[in-house]
């Protein structure tokens, strides 16, 4: 039997600048755009195309008791999927306080959201879907019918009034999208843009569309510009209408909304009744969190919109594919076919390439370097890599020590849940923790080198350092 991880609690709060959405259901919409739909509204089915043009059928079901999801339960949604990749994407259930999962989702922290985040968690619970050969599965790259509700396990606490900020929240997502996001099949999702965004309409339609912007079957992995009959469109986003002026005036705001904000350059309406198209043409490209491992991957011949995508979501592995790749094209007797293709798989697939003859991996920073053995030589590290890697090396230690008041907070929280600090602290201690780096009671970068220094010693040293923590906290305990 494959071993289980343990369960885990997900980061008190999510660094707002990025974050992650799953391909399958940010390109799918399962949940309606509308921020109301009709009470006895318990079912609906709908077809729409994968990008290369399949029909997938796409069938939602309720219990008598409940409605279809909608509005809000895509920004829940979204918070649940951030907070499951920040908890290590555990194998089993993983907790997170009920403010956690509010802030998470981008939402004040009041009686009215926890109201909603509650009535959220039962819907996404409830709600049973069926996608006939619409869900891909990145491994063998098919097509599949999957069947299941996106929140596969709930549990939490209320009091007589409801949930509250303290409530402990247990969940676990469906079997399928905890495989897309271990396989990597993943895009950036801009968190800040995401959140600033008035109403649901507008989140769901940005959802979309950015979930469509990346396509790596085209010539550098981006659409440029998006075109579909209006209808179809409405459909595709969960806009219960039949009529095609309905549908185009509860689609302007959020269209006016995307255009101000630049996401999009233009969007045009043509034809007449249920004859209309939609044409959006997207923006600047984007550039994700590391624009710096996205050139080193776009140099190597990734294409744009995969290296945004896999420098988001794979940065601990960037620096480390492009020294195997490099060595690889050194040494191999015939010119690579696709140079693009192997630097991809060697990101998403490090296993594969761990055995590449005559590649000695890069050591740790914490690891001290021990001599060569006598006659022996060791290879000279390729230059242009090396001072590519040291210049961006000192703009983000630049970016970090610039940093101050939340942005402080965001980044310490991250790094410490990325180094595996955060899971050996409880909620309370991370609430704690917060507390004390925003208001400079602890040095939350004096922590965070610590935990990277402990890193290269294993659990016990990881543990050491959040007892550390944990000491420093305990006099801020009431």
Request: aromatic share 6%.
């Amino acid at each position: 039997m494959a071993e289980r991880k343990p369960r885990r609690a997900a980061p008190l709060v999510l660094d707002v600048g990025s974050g992650y959405d799953e391909l399958n259901l940010g390109r799918l919409a399962l949940i309606s755009g509308q921020k109301t739909v009709p009470a006895t509204l318990r079912r609906w089915q709908k077809s729409i195309l994968t990008p290369d043009g399949r029909p997938v059928v796409i069938t939602c079901s309720v219990p008598e008791d409940q409605v279809v999801p909608h509005g809000l339960d895509n920004d829940f949604m979204v918070g649940l999927v951030n907070l499951c990749f920040e908890a290590g994407l555990p194998d089993g259930p993983f907790t997170v306080s009920a403010y956690g999962l509010l802030k998470a989702s981008g939402f004040p922290d009041t009686a009215q959201y926890y109201r909603s985040l509650e009535e959220s968690l039962v819907r996404l619970n409830k709600a049973n879907y069926t996608i006939d050969e619409g869900w891909f599965v990145r491994g063998p790259h098919t097509w599949t019918t999957q069947s299941f509700a996106q929140v596969n396990y709930l549990s939490y606490a209320r009091s007589k009034t409801g949930v509250r900020g303290t409530s402990v929240i247990t969940v676990q997502l469906a079997p399928p999208i905890m495989d897309s996001l271990r396989a990597g099949y993943i895009k950036p999702l801009d968190l800040n843009f995401y959140r600033s965004l008035s109403q649901p309409l507008v989140r769901a339609v940005y959802r979309q569309l950015d979930a469509l912007h990346f396509d790596d079957s085209t010539p550098d992995g981006l659409v440029r510009e998006l075109s579909a009959p209006l209808m179809a469109w409405a459909n595709r986003l969960g806009i219960f209408s039949d009529r095609a002026d309905n549908v185009a005036r509860t689609l302007k705001p959020a269209n006016d909304e995307l255009l101000a904000k630049k996401y999009v350059s233009e969007i045009e309406l043509t034809g007449r009744g249920r004859d209309k198209l939609v044409r959006y043409v997207f923006g600047p490209p984007p550039v994700g969190d590391h624009p710096q491992l996205a050139e080193l991957l776009r140099l190597r011949g990734v294409k744009s919109g995969v290296a945004v995508r896999l420098s988001t979501v794979f940065p601990e592995r960037i620096e480390e594919a492009a020294r195997r790749f490099d060595h690889y094209v050194k040494t191999a007797t015939r010119p690579v076919g696709n140079p693009g293709g192997l630097l991809v798989a060697m990101v998403q697939r490090p296993e594969d390439f761990a055995d590449l003859p005559g590649y000695i991996p890069a050591r740790p920073k914490a690891e001290a370097p021990t001599a060569p053995a006598t006659g022996t030589k060791q290879p000279a590290p390729s230059a242009p890599l090396t001072d590519e890697i040291e210049a961006m090396e000192a703009r983000e230690e630049t970016r970090v020590a610039a940093l101050s008041g939340q942005g402080l907070v965001d980044w310490v929280l991250r790094q410490l849940t990325l180094l595996g600090t955060m899971r050996h602290l409880s909620v309370q201690e991370r609430a704690l923790l917060t507390e004390a780096v925003a208001e400079g009671t602890l040095d939350g970068r004096a922590v965070v080198r610590e935990a990277t220094r402990a890193v290269s010693g294993g659990v016990p040293a990881v543990r050491a350092v959040a007892e550390d923590v944990r000491t420093h906290l305990s006099g801020m305990l009431p």
